[in-house]
Structure formats: C-alpha cells, structure tokens
C-alpha cells in the first residue's frame, strides 16, 4: 500500500457552515446522500438463528433479517396492511410480527400469518403481491451495508480496497464485547471530522490519550492511506515496549487471527469508522444522524477468538477489554463535548475553516468526498 498526501498546502474547508446547521440540508443529505451511499446496519453474528434488526437508513426506517440461505436482507419496516412500524431499532428474537393486527412475515418478507385470513381473499391468493418492500443489501465479512438506491455501484465497488480490510477484520470476530448508543450533541460530519484528525489530542485528551494509549511516540506521525475516493485510513506504529508485553502474554492468552503491530482507523464514508489496535478486538462506531444537531454514535467492541489461551490468559484479556471500554467511553465524552463546541461555533460561523497541511489531510480527503457527493446530487 502506499501513502499519498493529498495536496501540499492549507486549504479552506470545502464545507460551508450552513451545510452543518441548515435542517433543509441535513433533509436533503438524508434523500440524497445517505440513500445513494452504502450505510452500515450492523453484523451478522447480531442476526443469530430467527432473529430481526431494526435499523435507520437516511430517512427511512427498515429492518434486516436473514433469509433461508442465511444472506442478510434488508425491508422497509412498515406492514402491508396499514402500515405500521414492524420493529423498533435494536435486535429481536422471533419472526417479523406486526405490533398492530399480528400479521406474521417469513424470512423472504413475505406475510404468512394473518389472523382471520378469511377477510383477506387477495392476500391469501398471493401473498406474494404483498412482499414487505425490499432494498439492495450486502455484505463484506460480518459487516452488513444496505443501499435505498435501486441503482448504483455494488458493495465490493463502492468499498474499494475497504473491502478486503472488512472482510480480514471478520476473520475470527466472535462476540459484542461492549456496546453502546449514545448521542453527540453535533451534526454527524462534526463527529466524523473529529474522528478523522490526532491534532485535537493534546488539547481535549490529555487525561486519556495521552497517557497511555500503547502508541508509538517516537514515531513522527502516523501514515495515511487514501487509495479510496471515499474512504481513508491511518496506520500508527504501536509502542515497542507494547509490543513485546503482548509477546510475553502470547503463552497465556493464545493467538488472534490477524495480528499486526500497529493501531489502525478507517472511515468508511460516510458515517462508519472501524478501528484497531494490534487486532485482538475492533472498534465499530457508527455515526447515524438524527437531526441537524443531533448524532446518535452507535459503538460496538467486537472481539476476536484466541486459539491456545489459559485460563490465566482469558482473564488477562478480560481485564485488556475491560480497561479498553473504561478508555473508550472516557474518550467519546472528551470528544462528545468538545464537538458540542464546535456546533455551537458553527451555528454562527460566518466562513468555511482552514485545514492544516498534513495534519488534517483525511478532513481534507472527507470534504472532498462529500462535497462531491453533494455535488453529484444537485
Ligand atoms: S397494520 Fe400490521 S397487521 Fe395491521
Ligand atoms: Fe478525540
């Protein structure tokens, strides 16, 4: 892989403050963007045996369950008789049953269970006819995408080289270590941009990151990869003294199946980041946008299987996880209240920022994507 900078110089941000505050474009972008795009909906090892999901894509709702292959798909979250919501956000046990009249729908959204069927001559002659909307819906490993757009590029395209990362992070990703929702008072872009640049780490995380986070510190910068249009990501060397405490442990705790020495976080654009250290557990947060001002970040721990581990060793992991969520939620409340600032900021802000050179390339390399994306919409 290679890494590119993606210009030389500071540049004006290429996103005007209205496009974080403005409410007619938050609605255009959830029509548009989020509908055009593929959008992260969850993983496969959430949608185990009969089981449904319901999730928020742009401005629809919808929920994804597996078929009789067992191949994730994904259907508008309204019931064809009159159209109420079949399942509230989150994971749930069973097959689709609407809340209303208790219409019942197989694994392909088809409804199969309808109280005093008798009433309902043409449902019962083709159900078929009455099949829950579906969307496009696919997947790169365990991470499952959905895209409203009848047309448009399939997932593999869309991910690019994301797509092998995706697939590799899967190998081996066994259960939800820690999970959580939580909102960000900001608009989503807010969130993403923050996540995309370490510049703010001194300043904001002193108590955390800067501490111990396992890094490297006399390497000069972590590298940046952007062979992706959309998507970028950064690798950071980890700390040697890191590296051989885990080299010590490897008798105890086993093996992981990807292992490598770095810290690593990708955005997937536009609103999914995975991040790592070292690959014994991922990092997945998803940035859905409720309102103009309002994120609900959406985070999963997933960790890995260990092959050889002890006893002794399934406790020192245990103990790794536990202080990684402890850091991990420290961390989304620095970020959380300093992106408050900036929205706040942005509410009356009357130009576009400047981005520093280097530092902030993958700001530069999001808006330019997005500014594209807008773009191509109009
Ligand atoms: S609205 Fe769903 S069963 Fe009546
Ligand atoms: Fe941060």
């Known amino acids: 892989m290679v890494s590119v900078s993606v210009h030389a110089d500071a540049a004006t941000g290429l996103i005007a403050p209205s496009q974080y ?19 992260f909906v969850g993983l496969r090892l959430e949608l185990q045996g009969i089981s449904h999901r319901g999730v928020n894509v742009g401005n629809k709702k919808l929920l994804v369950q597996c078929d009789g292959e067992g191949r994730p798909r994904a259907f508008l979250n309204v019931c064809s008789h009159r159209q109420a919501q079949l399942c509230e956000p989150g994971t749930h046990s069973g097959p689709v049953r609407c809340p209303y009249h208790g219409w019942v729908y197989d694994r ?70 820690d999970e959580f929702r939580q909102d960000v008072p900001a608009n989503w872009k807010v969130a993403i941009e923050n996540s995309l640049e370490g510049y703010h780490v001194p300043a904001v995380h002193s108590r955390t990151f800067m501490q111990t986070d396992g890094m490297d510190r006399a390497e000069a910068a972590p590298r940046f990869f952007f062979e992706d249009r959309l998507h970028s990501h950064l690798e950071h060397a980890a700390a040697p003294d890191w590296i051989t405490r885990f080299a010590r442990m490897e ?67 245990e103990h790794i996880y536990g202080d990684g969520h402890a850091f991990t939620r420290k961390v989304f409340e620095e970020d959380g209240e300093i992106c408050r600032k900036v929205q706040a900021g942005l509410q009356c802000a009357v130009r576009p920022g400047v981005l520093a050179q280097g530092l902030e390339d993958r700001v530069k390399h999001f808006q330019q994507a997005y500014a594209r994306a807008v773009h191509a919409l109009q």
């Open 251 to 317: 008798s105890k705790i086993g093996k992981w199946p990807w292992r490598f020495e770095h810290y690593t976080h990708h955005l997937i654009f536009p609103n999914l980041t995975v991040t790592s250290f070292m690959g014994y557990s991922f990092h997945i947060q998803c940035f859905e946008p409720t309102v103009v001002d309002r994120t609900t970040v959406h985070s999963r721990t997933v960790g890995v299987e260990f092959v050889g581990a002890t006893p002794a060793g399934v406790k020192m992991m």
């Open 108 to 177: 392909e959204g088809v409804p199969v269970g309808i109280p005093q069927k008798q009433a309902f001559p043409q449902v019962v002659a083709a159900p078929q006819r009455f099949r829950l909307t579906e969307y496009a819906c696919e997947t790169a490993g365990q991470f499952i995408f959905v895209r409203l757009a009848a047309q448009g590029p399939n997932l593999a395209e869309y991910l690019g080289s994301q797509f092998d990362f995706l697939v590799r992070a899967s190998e081996g990703m066994a259960s939800i270590q």
């Open 21 to 39: 505050v403005d409410p007619g474009h938050h609605a255009a972008e959830l029509d548009g963007l989020f509908a055009r795009t593929w959008v």
